[in-house]
């Protein structure tokens, strides 16, 4: 019963019976009137004095009504009282505080026992909680991998194999480096939808520059205890360091490097904290190079993106024509074949490498399944609903839809080129536009972005009379953006501006689009010949294209 009562409960009952004790004490002590001399004298001769009871140091006086006291001292008991009617108590009050005391001290010593009793079972509880801890979560075995991937294995990457081309050559040889007191990041982001190949691309790395990989999936680090995860995470950098050169990979990072405030996960923000701590205390030069892979950057926080830490960011997007060719000339290297390659190239616009993968698989037991000899390409064609309609459904377009889609990429592409806003790509389903990171920016660049948003949408209402769906994305942006001009930028001439600010704004960006594709209308037709047969164009490539008309 008193285990289950809680600490304040406790300490009130304990308090109440302290007081009660108190009060009981004082009560049984002495419930006499104190009076002077001069009322003693009255009192004993009006009265009927019952009794005179003599307890150093007073004298009480019983009454036929109430008891009273006076000090000794301060009457002559012979010459007053009849001594028939005197007692004598010696030391009675020593007595009773005598036995109060023993009273109170056997008490305290009751409710100490008590607690004493209570702080033992929560220790033994503890002490089994931790058990079973150790029991449920035993200590990881960080075993690193010799990963067998190579580039070759991985097809479709070339601007990818490029960028880490550098960080192999690190691995390597990292004397060569050092020498040149040259320090590469300590950590690389690679960032792109689900199953465009990041976890084999980090092992491609790995088995490139021949060190131990050492796999996690940042979900594994976040656990019902407090504190597991920070552990783990600390395991894994020391298993690393004494393994240098060596790779760490970690899988869907966002699963732990959530932005942090709002709700707060106290496991996840323990473990975050232990891993911007081991990437803040290795050197560059260490050997240990972390491969950190998610489909949600955005939602990362500052503090895992900021320098010193993932400093080299890798995008991935979805393989283009010439990359999904490639990828499935590879997956049909070992198999018996009669594939049209680049018909099925064509006809797989939006698949990953992974769909690409499955879909060579379904595609070869189709075949299989009809006892033939090789895959042929209406095996790949009488699967491939299947697979874009599975459990995963991928975005993709037929003839039509791709056509719109290529009128309204084009149209960014062009007026991006025209306007000099800065992208890396711009292809059928994505466009790459590099990102402002703290520079001081005018309104007319910002107008120019806005415009770039917008001219999808002219484009193909201009082309079809009708405005689609494909527009969604870019006008939100486009309508954020605006936001930004007027109200976090303050660009317009009055400090507060009306609502019907942000319209006129977006009617004048409009306006000067329209304007600008009627005179650029052969570069988008030329801009949109080259998506619908290479599905993807550099600045580069639309520059050119441009040169030659003007």
């Known amino acids: 019963m008193w285990q289950s009562i809680s600490k304040n409960y406790k300490v009130i009952i304990i308090t109440s019976l302290i007081l009660v004790g108190i009060l009981l004490f004082t009560w049984l002590r002495d419930t006499s009137e104190s009076i002077t001399k001069e009322e003693a004298m009255k009192i004993i001769s009006t009265e009927v004095i019952k009794k005179a009871l003599i307890a150093e140091p007073y004298v009480y006086i019983d009454t036929a009504n109430r008891q009273y006291r006076v000090a000794k001292e301060a009457i002559d008991l012979d010459k007053l009282f009849d001594k028939t009617l005197v007692e004598y108590q010696e030391e009675p009050v020593a007595l009773m505080d005598a036995f109060m005391l023993l009273f109170i001290l056997a008490f305290t010593l009751y409710i100490v026992s008590v607690i004493k009793s209570n702080r033992k079972r929560e220790e033994q509880v503890m002490e089994e909680r931790k058990e079973e801890s150790s029991m449920q979560l035993p200590q990881q075995h960080i075993v690193p991998q010799l990963s067998p991937v190579r580039f070759s294995d991985v097809a479709g990457i070339d601007d990818v194999k490029e960028e880490l081309e550098e960080i192999i050559d690190f691995l390597r040889y990292p004397d060569k480096y050092r020498d040149f007191d040259?320090?590469?990041?300590?950590?690389?982001?690679?960032?792109?939808?689900?199953?465009?190949?990041?976890?084999?691309?980090?092992?491609?790395?790995?088995?490139?520059?021949?060190?131990?990989?050492?796999?996690?999936?940042?979900?594994?680090?976040?656990?019902?205890?407090?504190?597991?995860?920070?552990?783990?995470?600390?395991?894994?950098?020391?298993?690393?360091?004494?393994?240098?050169?060596?790779?760490?990979?970690?899988?869907?990072?966002?699963?732990?490097?959530?932005?942090?405030?709002?709700?707060?996960?106290?496991?996840?923000?323990?473990?975050?904290?232990?891993?911007?701590?081991?990437?803040?205390?290795?050197?560059?030069?260490?050997?240990?190079?972390?491969?950190?892979?998610?489909?949600?950057?955005?939602?990362?926080?500052?503090?895992?993106?900021?320098?010193?830490?993932?400093?080299?960011?890798?995008?991935?997007?979805?393989?283009?024509?010439?990359?999904?060719?490639?990828?499935?000339?590879?997956?049909?290297?070992?198999?018996?074949?009669s594939v049209a390659i680049e018909k099925v190239a064509h006809m797989t616009i939006g698949f990953n490498s992974a769909a690409l993968a499955t879909l060579i698989n379904e595609a070869a037991l189709y075949a299989l399944r009809f006892e033939k000899d090789s895959i042929g390409t209406s095996d790949v064609e009488a699967v491939k609903d299947k697979v874009l309609l599975g459990k995963h459904k991928i975005k993709t377009f037929n003839s039509r839809e791709k056509k719109i889609q290529a009128i309204y990429?084009?149209?960014?592409?062009?007026?991006?080129?025209?306007?000099?806003?800065?992208?890396?790509?711009?292809?059928?389903?994505?466009?790459?536009?590099?990102?402002?990171?703290?520079?001081?920016?005018?309104?007319?660049?910002?107008?120019?972005?806005?415009?770039?948003?917008?001219?999808?949408?002219?484009?193909?209402?201009?082309?079809?009379?009708?405005?689609?769906?494909?527009?969604?994305?870019?006008?939100?942006?486009?309508?954020?953006?605006?936001?930004?001009?007027?109200?976090?930028?303050?660009?317009?001439?009055?400090?507060?501006?009306?609502?019907?600010?942000?319209?006129?704004?977006?009617?004048?960006?409009?306006?000067?689009?329209?304007?600008?594709?009627?005179?650029?209308?052969?570069a988008v037709a030329k801009v949109e010949s080259y998506l619908l047969k290479h599905e993807t164009i550099t600045p580069i490539e639309t520059k050119r294209i441009l040169d030659e008309i003007f």
């Open 182 to 337: 040259i320090r590469l990041p300590k950590g690389v982001l690679l960032v792109g939808p689900p199953g465009v190949g990041k976890t084999l691309i980090a092992k491609a790395v790995a088995g490139e520059a021949d060190v131990p990989f050492f796999y996690q999936s940042a979900a594994s680090f976040v656990q019902i205890y407090v504190g597991m995860g920070a552990k783990r995470v600390g395991e894994l950098f020391a298993k690393a360091k004494q393994m240098a050169p060596s790779i760490i990979f970690i899988d869907e990072i966002d699963a732990v490097g959530k932005r942090r405030g709002g709700m707060n996960n106290d496991e996840r923000e323990a473990t975050l904290n232990q891993l911007l701590t081991e990437m803040d205390g290795f050197e560059e030069s260490s050997g240990v190079m972390v491969i950190a892979a998610t489909n949600k950057i955005d939602m990362l926080d500052e503090a895992l993106l900021r320098a010193g830490r993932f400093d080299r960011r890798v995008h991935i997007s979805l393989p283009n024509f010439k990359e999904r060719v490639s990828t499935l000339e590879l997956y049909l290297k070992d198999k018996q074949h």
């Open 409 to 522: 990429q084009a149209a960014k592409a062009v007026t991006a080129t025209w306007l000099e806003v800065d992208y890396e790509k711009i292809g059928l389903l994505s466009s790459n536009f590099i990102p402002h990171h703290n520079e001081i920016l005018s309104k007319t660049v910002l107008e120019n972005e806005l415009k770039v948003l917008l001219a999808g949408r002219i484009a193909t209402q201009k082309a079809y009379g009708e405005l689609f769906s494909n527009a969604k994305e870019d006008i939100h942006q486009a309508k954020l953006l605006t936001q930004q001009i007027i109200e976090e930028f303050v660009m317009s001439e009055e400090y507060f501006s009306s609502p019907a600010y942000a319209e006129t704004i977006l009617q004048e960006a409009t306006s000067e689009v329209k304007s600008l594709l009627s005179q650029l209308e052969i």
